[in-house]
């Protein structure tokens, strides 16, 4: 039987963490591995060496610097989503605004969070994304609600039918649409019908963004006073309604 630290080492969360500032990076890793249940595996100072580390090493978390080198975080974020959507990408940025929360969720991240946020709750968040959970640091969801309620002039759900809102606290909950189609008693086809208009409703292209502007418009609560999550489910699904 293999000893307990080989069993600690099979079961741990593989991370790789892409920043290029050394000094970051390193406190980064020591707050990681600190944890026997998270395990850092590899490093990257620029955006292209990130892109060729994770599709090399397929780990299930990525934290990833909002500004690197001759790739920013939102553009490695795309690739991976489509290179290798297993791994989690989680965004560190010194960046509150609104729109990089946006793109950062619309390129495929599993989360959010400020460089300022606590050892603890960074380790949390990567706990979360690992288990399918999409995570924003407090105070981000209020930001983007208050985003969208001036962009869209309404109040969220507003427009929303009664079965569309039922569709959509399911579906920011992580459901798949067969899932929801058996929970509410409706066709698989009547699910992405419902989808369909509720993405041209909020003005949304994702089930992540539709997930989120259900949680920052308080149709469905928010579960975490620490990282606003989303629902389990809802990581590394950028875009489409076929989940």
Same mark, same amino acid.
């Given at each position: 039987?293999?000893?307990?630290?080989?069993?600690?080492?099979?079961?741990?969360?593989?991370?790789?963490?892409?920043?290029?500032?050394?000094?970051?990076?390193?406190?980064?890793?020591?707050?990681?591995?600190?944890?026997?249940?998270?395990?850092?595996?590899?490093?990257?100072?620029?955006?292209?060496?990130?892109?060729?580390?994770?599709?090399?090493?397929?780990?299930?978390?990525?934290?990833?610097?909002?500004?690197?080198?001759?790739?920013?975080?939102? /553009?490695?974020?795309?690739?991976?989503?489509?290179?290798?959507?297993?791994?989690?990408?989680?965004?560190?940025?010194?960046?509150?605004?609104?729109?990089?929360?946006?793109?950062?969720?619309?390129?495929?991240?599993?989360?959010?969070? &400020?460089?300022?946020?606590?050892?603890?709750?960074?380790?949390?968040?990567?706990?979360?994304?690992?288990?399918? /959970?999409?995570?924003?640091? /407090?105070?981000?969801?209020?930001?983007?609600?208050?985003?969208?309620?001036?962009?869209?002039?309404?109040?969220?759900?507003?427009?929303?039918?009664?079965?569309?809102?039922?569709?959509?606290?399911?579906?920011?909950?992580?459901?798949?649409?067969?899932?929801?189609?058996?929970? &509410?008693?409706?066709?698989?086809?009547?699910?992405?019908?419902?989808?369909?208009?509720?993405?041209?409703?909020?003005?949304?292209?994702?089930?992540?963004?539709?997930?989120?502007?259900?949680?920052?418009?308080?149709?469905?609560?928010?579960?975490?006073?620490?990282?606003?999550?989303?629902?389990?489910?809802?990581?590394?699904?950028?875009?489409?309604?076929?989940?």
């Amino acid at each position: 039987m293999p000893p307990p630290s080989a069993i600690d080492q099979a079961i741990a969360v593989r991370v790789v963490i892409a920043e290029d500032h050394t000094l970051v990076r390193e406190g980064t890793r020591e707050i990681l591995e600190q944890q026997p249940d998270l395990r850092v595996v590899g490093e990257a100072a620029d955006g292209p060496a990130a892109v060729e580390l994770v599709s090399r090493l397929r780990p299930d978390v990525v934290l990833l610097d909002l500004r690197l080198p001759e790739l920013n975080g939102i /553009e490695v974020t795309e690739r991976l989503s489509a290179t290798v959507p297993e791994a989690k990408v989680v965004i560190l940025s010194a960046y509150d605004d609104e729109d990089y929360v946006i793109a950062a969720l619309q390129a495929g991240a599993a989360g959010y969070l &400020l460089k300022t946020v606590p050892g603890q709750e960074l380790v949390q968040a990567v706990r979360a994304v690992h288990a399918g /959970e999409t995570v924003l640091q /407090e105070g981000l969801s209020r930001k983007l609600a208050q985003y969208w309620r001036q962009a869209s002039g309404t109040r969220g759900g507003q427009w929303l039918s009664r079965r569309e809102l039922e569709v959509l606290r399911l579906l920011a909950a992580g459901c798949t649409n067969k899932e929801i189609a058996a929970r &509410l008693a409706i066709s698989l086809r009547t699910v992405e019908g419902h989808l369909g208009n509720i993405f041209s409703k909020l003005g949304v292209g994702s089930r992540t963004e539709a997930a989120l502007y259900a949680v920052t418009h308080l149709l469905v609560p928010l579960q975490d006073p620490i990282a606003g999550r989303l629902g389990r489910g809802m990581a590394g699904r950028p875009s489409g309604m076929d989940r």
